[in-house]
């Protein structure tokens, strides 16, 4: 800790659990949503600038300085010069404060800070990893102000080492749905945790989705409708209240529903549970309404080394009726679901991929050379792409129509793995981009009858040893690595931070679970993660079957 905090002459106030309700007037407080992160809940009080500094040591002091964000950063603030203008909410900057640098100009005017990047976060509160090593320099200059120096320019946003940046901001999802109005879709974001609340609300109903999301999205609240007023309030009946203006009065039913429930599962997200959508003051009559689960079945699917296809009950194999015959008869060496059970996608032992129905029928797709594990996406096309052919990818109808898909994996060499989310809106790979496999995600945009990847968003720029991945759940990824023989599990979450664990020795493919995940071995063995540990499941199993959500 010692080291972590070392000549940051910062005042640490521990936020007490206890002590995170929501006020009884003005603004909206919140305590920490589910989606934040585990660090501890601390708040940043900095150190305002020291008579007599130098002007290295007032940047130094006003990028210390970035960590607190009370009263709009009006610490940070006292180390400008009267009038310089600076937006802190323009980005925010991760680095590693052990690479950190301030060097002063000859001209004693100047300052130059050098920076190792790790990620960043856009004025939308979008978080972006930063490629391996990167750096970046941060030009300051300053004049004496009543004879003290004092910032005259200075780059917008703020910067943020590491260990910190948890600590001062907070990841909330902004919730949209997916195209068919049928699932909720969270677009996680990071904002200055005082503030997430107000923030959250804003990006919802007056910004935009995140740019990899445009066009696989949808928004229930209308363009040109905006916030009136403060964004989020509390009524003295303890009522979150959003305002918003007259021309809220003007929409549908079913459009209210389902803007009561995007902001609904966005505040829940900021820790708020009650909130309530008002015009000058008077509530608006709308319902949240129910949405479709993507959560998976507790008991595994899987083929057994005798053949048989079915859903695991302790060491027996319970058939799918109709459904396994059809699946067993393709010998398979990997299988995924579709939510409702009705319709497997297979990669058979020759290489193919084929559909197998629940009337038992059974249709080939795609008999391309080097394909990959097919996925279903939530209209029921089985995706499929060859390995070395990014931009072939192509979905089929269980039948056998094919479909091209549009932008697919640009600049990709090859597609190692790839999952459809069980939302339907957002595909996941690793693909290996100048010799170094990295994990990306890209919205599906449908328009009319064609269907498009938009621009990919980089989950991790360097993933050694990556071969196999599976949505975990809504908003994070699982990624199987193994480097030198080592097995790992590598975290993503889609909005940003993550995490790296063991796995079992020779792991070999990946699912997600109904709690976490499961992980099958070379020998058959499968394993779910319980807390922190792996508990073997059930021997002699040939594949685990990946599922696309549950009907119960």
């Not at 229930?220 to 003295?236: E, K, M, N, Q």
């Not at 009726?321 to 009705?342: C, K």
């Not at 196999?468 to 199987?480: K, N, Y």
Request: hydrophobic share 40%.
């Amino acid at each position: 800790m010692k080291r972590a905090f070392a000549g940051m002459s910062l005042l640490l106030v521990l936020v007490l659990s206890a002590c995170t309700g929501l006020p009884t007037t003005g603004y909206v407080n919140p305590g920490r949503g589910p989606q934040g992160d585990d660090a501890q809940a601390f708040a940043f009080v900095p150190d305002g600038p020291q008579d007599g500094a130098s002007p290295a040591e007032i940047v130094e002091g006003f990028l210390r300085a970035g960590s607190g964000p009370a009263d709009d950063w009006a610490t940070a603030k006292m180390f400008l010069a009267p009038g310089t203008s600076w937006d802190p909410r323009a980005r925010v900057t991760i680095d590693r404060l052990a690479d950190r640098r301030a060097t002063a100009g000859a001209d004693g005017t100047s300052v130059t800070v050098a920076l190792s990047t790790i990620a960043g976060v856009d004025a939308n509160g979008a978080y972006s990893p930063a490629v391996g090593g990167a750096t970046e320099s941060l030009p300051f200059t300053l004049a004496r102000v009543n004879d003290q120096w004092r910032i005259t320019s200075a780059p917008d946003g703020v910067v943020l080492y590491e260990e910190v940046f948890p600590t001062v901001y907070q990841a909330a999802s902004v919730a949209y749905f997916d195209p068919s109005w049928s699932y909720i879709v969270p677009d996680v974001r990071w904002f200055p945790r005082p503030l997430v609340a107000s923030r959250v609300t804003t990006a919802l109903v007056d910004g935009k989705p995140s740019a990899w999301l445009d066009g696989a999205v949808k928004n229930a609240f209308p363009d040109g409708l905006s916030l009136v007023g403060r964004s989020v309030t509390l009524s003295t009946s303890g009522v979150a209240q959003v305002q918003l203006p007259q021309a809220a009065l003007g929409l549908d039913r079913t459009t209210l529903d389902r803007m009561q429930t995007q902001l609904s599962r966005s505040l829940a997200t900021a820790g708020i549970s009650d909130v309530q959508m008002t015009v000058d003051g008077t509530p608006i009559a709308a319902t949240e309404l129910p949405v479709k689960v993507t959560r998976v079945d507790p008991s595994p699917a899987v083929l057994n080394s005798d053949g048989k296809f079915g859903v695991l009950n302790g060491d027996a194999v319970e058939p799918i009726p109709t459904l396994s015959g059809a699946v067993e008869s393709l010998a398979p060496t990997s299988i995924e679901l579709e939510a409702d059970r009705s319709l497997a996608a297979v990669l058979t032992q020759q290489g193919t991929v084929a559909s197998a129905l629940a009337d038992g029928g059974t249709f080939l797709l795609d008999d391309r050379a080097g394909l990959l594990s097919p996925s279903i996406d939530s209209n029921g096309e089985i995706w499929s792409v060859p390995r070395t052919a990014p931009s072939q990818l192509r979905a089929f109808s269980p039948q056998g129509v094919p479909r091209e898909i549009g932008n697919a994996w640009p600049d990709a060499s090859e597609v190692v793995a790839f999952q459809i989310s069980r939302d339907g809106t957002r595909v996941a790979a690793v693909v290996t981009v100048a010799g170094v496999r990295e994990v990306w995600l890209a919205g599906i945009v449908r328009e009319g009858t064609a269907v498009s990847l938009g621009a990919p968003h980089v989950l991790s720029f360097s993933e050694p040893g990556a071969f196999d991945l599976a949505w975990l759940d809504d908003s994070t990824v699982g990624v199987l690595t193994t480097v030198d023989g080592t097995g790992h599990l590598d975290e993503l979450n889609v909005g940003g931070r993550g995490t790296v664990g063991p796995v079992p020795e020779d792991a070999k493919a990946i699912a997600g679970g109904s709690a976490s995940v499961r992980i099958l071995d070379a020998t058959g063995r499968l394993f779910s993660r319980r807390g922190s540990s792996w508990t073997l499941v059930a021997n002699d199993i040939r594949v685990l079957a990946v599922q696309q959500g549950t009907t119960s």
